[in-house]
């Protein structure tokens, strides 16, 4: 499972993704960068399975 994120997610995301991985068999890579970047990628067709961003920054 891919997931984008904001660098700011990092540690939530390295303890829920050890969990997540123990308990659905799958593994998480977790691509971290600022929410302009992560927009670019998205907007440019860039697969992945869930972004994370900030509230205010959710409009992407």
Do not use: Y
Not at 18 to 25: H, L, P
Not at 38 to 59: C, H, N, Y
């Amino acid at each position: 499972m891919t997931n984008e994120a904001e660098p700011t997610s990092k540690s939530t995301l390295e303890e829920l993704g050890s969990a997540f991985e123990r308990q659905a068999g799958h593994r998480l890579v977790a691509r971290l960068d600022n929410a302009a970047t992560l927009k670019r990628q998205i907007d440019a067709g860039e697969a992945f399975d869930v972004a994370i961003l900030l509230p205010a920054q959710s409009t992407i």
